[in-house]
C-alpha cells in the first residue's frame, strides 16, 4: 500500500517534469524526474523503443520543441491510484518551425491531453502513457481540411 506522502511526492515530480523541464526546454533536466530505462508507450509514429528512456524523451520533445518554441502545458487535475498518476493538462503553443513535414502557420493551438505515469521507489518516472488531441492541434493550425 502507498503512503500519501510517496503519492503526494509522485505528483509533485510529475508537476516539475512539466514546469521545469517541458516548458522551460531545458530537456537536459529530464533525469531529476525520469528514470534512466524509462519505457514510453504512447504512440508517436516512431519505431518501438526510440521514445524510451532519457534520449527517447529529449528525441520526442525536441522536435515539439523546434516547432513550438513557446510550447506550455498547465496542469488541469491529477488522479493517484497507487504508483501510477494521471495528469489532465491543456498544452498551447504558435507553430514556428517545421512540424510533421509542414512549413510553419504561425498559428497557435490549444489543445487536451491525458498522461499516465508510473513511478519508481525512487520517485521517478518508470513508465508513461499518453493521449493528445493531434487532430485537434492540426486542424487549428490549418493543416487538415476540415468538413
Not at 514510453?40 to 534520449?55: C, R
Not at 502557420?105 to 487536451?112: R, S
Amino acid at each position: 500500500m502507498q503512503t500519501a506522502s510517496i503519492t503526494e511526492r509522485n505528483i509533485e515530480n510529475a508537476k516539475k517534469l512539466i514546469v521545469e523541464v517541458i516548458n522551460t526546454g531545458k530537456l537536459e533536466l529530464c533525469d531529476r524526474y525520469l528514470a534512466a530505462d524509462r519505457i514510453d508507450y504512447q504512440d508517436y509514429g516512431l519505431p518501438a523503443g526510440m521514445a524510451n528512456g532519457h534520449e527517447g524523451f529529449k528525441r520526442v520533445l525536441s522536435g515539439f520543441l523546434e516547432a513550438f518554441p513557446d510550447l506550455r502545458l498547465e496542469v488541469q487535475f491529477t488522479v493517484a491510484d497507487n504508483d501510477r498518476i494521471v495528469l489532465y493538462s491543456s498544452t498551447t503553443g504558435t507553430h514556428r518551425g517545421p512540424f510533421m513535414g509542414q512549413s510553419p502557420t504561425g498559428k497557435q493551438f490549444k489543445v487536451t491531453g491525458v498522461d499516465i505515469f508510473r513511478f519508481n521507489d525512487e520517485g521517478k518516472i518508470a513508465a508513461h502513457w499518453g493521449v493528445f488531441d493531434t487532430f485537434g492541434m492540426l486542424a487549428q493550425l490549418g493543416l487538415v481540411p476540415l468538413p
